[in-house]
């Protein structure tokens, strides 16, 4: 017996099965357990908890899926049937890889070898790896083949072409004889048949038999299929049979209460009146036999009515149909009302051209209400998910009735949107939290162990890149493995930092990578360079060329060792994967790799044991089918990965949770809410890339799986399933140009049906397409770029946001009238604490007060955002180090070291080009520097020493002394020397060394040279300089207890000004044009995040930076030697070298 229960919602589907489960047959036995067929484990889970909650417990209830029940039937009517198929895809796969290359000198086959010699170039593995990929490609159409078209393998087998195979395609009916020939013999019994000779067979016994004559040992007296939207016509034809024998409960999911099998939609039926001319029969003319009913019925259910059809053209059934009004009081409600009934505008037929230019019958939505279907359009995939949020927590704000598992969301990737979820509904400090769960992730996705390991694999051919490296060794399991916690692999990261390693194990590794032999930049270049700073005295200099690096101290040696435990481990795994390997050793071999660098917790173990089952599988398919050739490395990874991708994690449906997953067919779960993200245009309808002998492709029937229908289908789905809000949305908007982009082309097929169906209260007597324009307005919601948008705070927005973060951060910003809240009085300072000073760290504070107040006063260290880490060699230098390398080449001449020392020292830092480009530039340094020395002659210090200052000022507070070391005098002057441009922060200090050498009695001319122009100071009095630090002294006392907006490059900058009398409104504009981001120059000071938490807008503080410049700084510039020739410029503070130091001779 078989019954069919139809109805447009699942619910009521679900309480009919359940009051059939509860009318268990007398005959049934006690223990024997129930069987529902489902589509998928999503659908098993929901209806677990829905049954559940229907007869208060739920037990021994089974749910297979399709294709496992039809194989328990096969092993029930053929007892000696193994437990898997020995034509399953996998074993397909691998008899090929034996078979194709004994056929290759077949004529048939010539496009097979002209395949695989047209790479003859690269090496034996990848050709072995084009076969695999060829022959499981062929495997899975073979397997298709076996589920829609069993007739042609039946013509095959009877050495037939048959009608639907080309001539350039024969080779697939012999393939197809060759592989039956060696899977299944002619004298082995029915245990060695595929499933298509089984199904036929399977179905001639079931139905030959006398009805209930058959009785099973572990199939259960009856079953349900349950929300099953499509089937092969010959697994209908089993269920059929199998109906005479036990009871089948069919509950099908149908959307429409009419007979909707010959509707169409309009494309398809202007190409049918385009192709046939019915003019000359009158009963077709006035009443066709194709219309069109619901157009998105017609446009998205294909795959739905294919099914039906199939159904009841095949099944013998007694068939139940209910149907229930959808709730008429909201628009989606209306609309899910319209394809029940096949109606647009209340009607069957298509609309016509005079309808569709008026308003009449459309739906009235109130204009003045959100409508529960929305379009919300945005800039990137993170607002998408953000705008998400904030639209549920809205929802649930306002129905306490919705909780978060009544939300379903789903995407066409949920891995790609993954990151973003967890970003966002983790919730970061006091952000709200919602409970979600991420199903649809495979192993791979889900487990950071699996990825690892297919790194690990990948080793032969790998750069062995920092990045790559580090982040095999960050996975917790390859931590706790080696022993090494988290700050000793933060510590490990900054060495390796430190060393310049970037890729490559050695110079031999590189030689084999085809880019030639050298170790600079090499992770043996990097731990040679680390052992050697740990091994060697700190006076010793280099070893062989090599620089130690001398900051790995005590026990910091036991992370050393760790980290170059796990490179020798790197390098040996490497030299094993070179060698290609039988299918039976590389069990050991992957197995090996798991104990050597994995060190699983209970939860991973599973994980663990994944890998090793597909490792094992995978050998044993290849030793089934006697493949006798040597299996590389990248065969082996490209299997375990698509097997491991293909397993999907252990996560399901969860109760209590927001529930995210992908688009998936046959997922027709009815939620209050259902979002739908990511519908981009290229997304949505996902893409299948077609395979050119795909014979299907030619000819398709009804029933064929297709990408395209599948996903216009479960977009019905959704919008069927969705019983209160249903909200979509795309990346509408470019985010680097703000161009618009399109929709899906479902979402504009539904937003067109929509424009034509739904008009606005009041805009009844507008022109049709102004109100079709205003109805789609109303629906649409586009998002600004930013989260943090201030029109997200306002209370008329329909979109509001819910985040604390951003809400708290645009109050903070809008309290430019009292910016000084961040401290709202200053700090207690213990004047004996602050009457000796280290002159270095009072120059060092006065430099950058806002960071120097939040670091020693407040503990608060404001680190600067990650950089990613370098990957390759450096080929030029960065302006940083640029600079860097012209300020050694003057530290190291001033100290009187050597060229060639210097030149070492550099070119084993791993910092410079590698071999002649790094020699010039180094050269180049070098010689800016000499011919500096050159310039000053007689005035160049002979060798760089310091001398002790100690200085006693009187202050408020006291007598406070200041203690410190200064280089010492050149030739009757104190001489500073920068490598760069001078900037204000430069100034500062010499200005502040200056008056600490004058109040020291040193009656001295100070100089500031870079290696164009300089700055020059005359001495001033012990009693003038002391009245200056002391001066300095109280800002710095007021820095110490409140921050001080004394910020030295813009403030010199505006002082500069001064000096030269420019108009306030000039220096202001000036300033505020600094301040300005600029993609082509980089003000430090604009991101500088000290200045940016104390003191939030500069621009909103320019009377403030313009009074301290003028009282400190100022000064600093009017107190410097001008002296120039006449004919020099007269309006810049610094001077040209000659310039300088012609004065200078005048004084001395």
Not at 222 to 230: A, D, Y
Not at 322 to 334: K, M, Q, S, V
Not at 529 to 546: I, N, V
């Amino acid at each position: 017996m078989l019954k069919i229960y139809q109805h447009n919602l699942t619910e009521q589907l679900t309480q009919a099965l359940a009051a059939v489960m509860a009318d268990r047959p007398t005959d049934m036995p006690v223990l024997q357990s129930d069987m529902i067929l489902v589509q998928n484990p999503d659908m098993a889970q929901w209806l677990k908890i829905e049954l559940a909650e229907y007869h208060g417990v739920l037990a021994n209830v089974e749910f297979p899926m399709p294709s496992s029940f039809v194989w328990q039937v096969f092993r029930e009517l053929f007892p000696h049937l193994p437990e898997r198929s020995p034509f399953g895809k996998e074993q397909i796969t691998w008899q090929l890889m034996v078979l194709i290359p004994r056929m290759l000198s077949l004529s048939e086959f010539a496009w097979a070898k002209d395949y695989f010699e047209a790479n003859q170039e690269g090496s034996h593995a990848q050709s072995l790896l084009k076969r695999f990929q060829l022959c499981a490609s062929i495997a899975d159409l073979f397997d298709q083949y076996l589920i829609y078209r069993p007739d042609w393998i039946a013509q095959w087998e009877a050495g037939e072409q048959g009608t639907e195979v080309p001539a350039e395609h024969n080779w697939q009916p012999m393939l197809w004889r060759a592989l039956v020939e060696s899977l299944a013999p002619a004298e082995a019994s029915a245990d060695s048949m595929h499933r298509g000779a089984l199904l036929k067979n399977a179905i001639q016994i079931l139905e030959q038999a006398e009805p209930g004559s058959i009785r099973f040992n572990k199939l259960p007296s009856r079953m349900s299929l349950f929300g099953i939207v499509s089937l092969p016509e010959q697994s209908m034809l089993l269920l059929n049979a199998l109906a005479r024998h036990m009871d089948i409960h069919w509950f099908q999911v149908n959307p429409c209460e009419t007979y909707w099998l010959d509707i169409v939609d309009e494309k398809t039926l202007a190409k049918k009146a385009a192709r046939y001319d019915y003019s000359h029969v009158e009963s077709l003319t006035e009443d066709r036999y194709f219309t069109v009913g619901n157009p998105l019925l017609g446009a998205f259910g294909q795959l739905g009515r294919e099914h039906l059809s199939l159904m009841l053209e095949t099944l013998d059934a007694d068939w139940i149909e209910d149907y229930t009004e959808y709730p008429a009081c909201n628009a989606l409600g209306l609309l899910q009302n319209e394809i029940r009934q096949l109606h647009t505008r209340g009607q069957f037929e298509a609309l016509s051209a005079e309808q569709l230019s008026t308003n009449a019958d459309k739906l009235v939505l109130d204009a003045n209400k959100p409508c529960n279907l929305q379009f919300h359009i945005c800039y990137s995939a993170m607002r998408e998910v953000e705008s998400l949020r904030d639209h549920l927590l809205g929802l649930m704000q306002k129905d306490n009735s919705i909780e978060p598992n009544d939300i379903m969301v789903m995407v066409p990737d949920v891995a790609l949107y993954a990151p973003y979820i967890h970003a966002v509904f983790s919730g970061v400090g006091d952000e709200p939290r919602l409970p979600y769960s991420i199903n649809d992730l495979s192993s791979r996705q889900q487990s950071p162990i699996i990825e690892s390991l297919l790194h690990l694999l990948g080793i032969p051919q790998s750069r062995l890149t920092i990045s790559e490296v580090l982040s095999i060794l960050e996975v917790p399991a390859v931590l706790r493995c080696f022993d090494i916690d988290e700050e000793e692999f933060d510590c490990i990261k900054h060495w390796l930092e430190q060393v310049a390693v970037r890729w490559g194990l050695d110079a031999e590794h590189r030689q084999q990578l085809g880019v030639g032999a050298f170790e600079q930049n090499s992770w043996y270049f990097g731990l040679q360079r680390l052992l050697l700073g740990y091994a060697m005295h700190p006076e010793q200099g280099y070893y062989q060329g090599t620089q130690p690096f001398r900051h790995i101290e005590g026990a910091q040696a036991a992370a050393l060792g760790k980290l170059i435990h796990f490179v020798e481990r790197l390098s040996e795994v490497r030299e094993q994967l070179i060698e290609d390997a039988p299918a039976s050793a590389w069990v050991q071999r992957v197995n090996t790799i798991l104990n050597d660098f994995f060190a699983a917790e209970e939860q991973e173990v599973r994980v663990l044991q994944q890998v090793s089952e597909a490792v094992e599988r995978l050998t044993s398919q290849a030793q089934e089918v006697e493949f006798a050739e040597l299996l590389p490395f990248e065969l082996v990874r490209e299997q375990l990965a698509q097997s491991l991708n293909a397993q999907t994690g252990s996560q399901r449906f969860r109760a209590g949770s927001i529930n995210f997953c992908s688009l998936m067919p046959m997922r027709g779960i009815p939620f209050k809410v259902i979002a739908l993200l990511g519908m981009n245009d290229g997304d949505f309808p996902r893409r299948a890339d077609p395979i050119s002998f795909d014979l299907m492709q030619a000819k398709r029937r009804r029933g064929d799986r297709s990408r395209r229908l599948d996903d216009r289908y479960l977009f019905l789905e959704a919008l069927l399933s969705c019983r209160q809000h249903l909200y979509i949305s795309w990346v509408g908007r470019d985010i680097r140009d703000d161009t618009e982009i399109p929709p899906s082309i479902l979402v504009s097929e539904l937003r067109d049906y929509i424009a034509e169906a739904w008009v606005l209260a009041g805009d009844e007597t507008l022109d049709a397409k102004l109100a079709a324009e205003r109805v789609l307005r109303h629906l649409t919601y586009e998002h600004p770029l930013q989260g943090f948008n201030p029109s997200y705070f306002q209370v008329a927005n329909a979109t509001p946001s819910y985040s604390s973060l951003w809400s708290q951060a645009l109050l903070d910003a809008k309290q430019t009238d009292n910016l000084t809240a961040f401290v709202g009085a200053p700090l207690f300072s213990d004047d004996s604490e602050m009457s000796e000073l280290n002159f270095a760290q009072f120059e060092s504070f006065l430099v950058h007060p806002s960071r120097g107040f939040m670091e020693r006063r407040l503990g608060v260290y404001l680190e600067e955002v990650e950089q990613a880490l370098i990957d390759t060699e450096p080929f030029t230098l960065d302006s940083l180090t640029a600079w860097q390398l012209k300020q050694d080449a003057m530290t190291d001449a001033l100290q009187g070291i050597e060229f060639e020392r210097f030149e070492l020292a550099h070119q084993s830092s791993g910092d410079m080009p590698f071999g002649q480009a790094g020699l010039e530039e180094i050269e180049r340094a070098w010689e800016g520097v000499q011919s500096l020395k050159q310039h000053l002659g007689e005035h160049w210090p002979k060798r760089l020493e310091s001398q002790f200052v100690s200085v006693e000022i009187a202050t408020e507070q006291g007598p406070v002394r200041i203690e410190g070391e200064l280089p010492t005098s050149v030739n009757g002057l104190q001489l500073q020397l920068k490598a760069g441009s001078i900037k204000g922060k430069d100034i500062l200090r010499a200005w502040l060394r200056h008056m600490l050498c004058c109040a020291s009695g040193k009656d001295l001319p100070y100089v500031l040279l870079d290696q164009k122009e300089g700055i020059r100071w005359n001495p001033v009095t012990k009693e003038t300089a002391n009245q200056e630090l002391t001066k300095w002294y109280q800002l710095y006392r007021s820095a110490h207890d409140q921050p001080v907006l004394l910020i030295p490059d813009s403030g010199f900058m505006a002082a500069d000004m001064m000096l030269f009398n420019k108009e306030p409104s000039e220096i202001e504009t000036k300033l505020i044009k600094s301040w300005t981001p600029d993609p082509f120059s980089q003000n430090f000071e604009l991101s500088d995040p000290y200045l940016a938490r104390c003191f939030g807008e500069l621009t909103a503080r320019l009377p403030e930076v313009m009074a301290i410049s003028e009282q400190y700084l100022l000064p600093v510039l009017e107190a410097a030697d001008l002296r120039r020739p006449k004919r020099a410029r007269s309006d810049k503070y610094q001077l040209k070298h000659s310039e300088l130091f012609a004065g200078l001779e005048e004084d001395l």
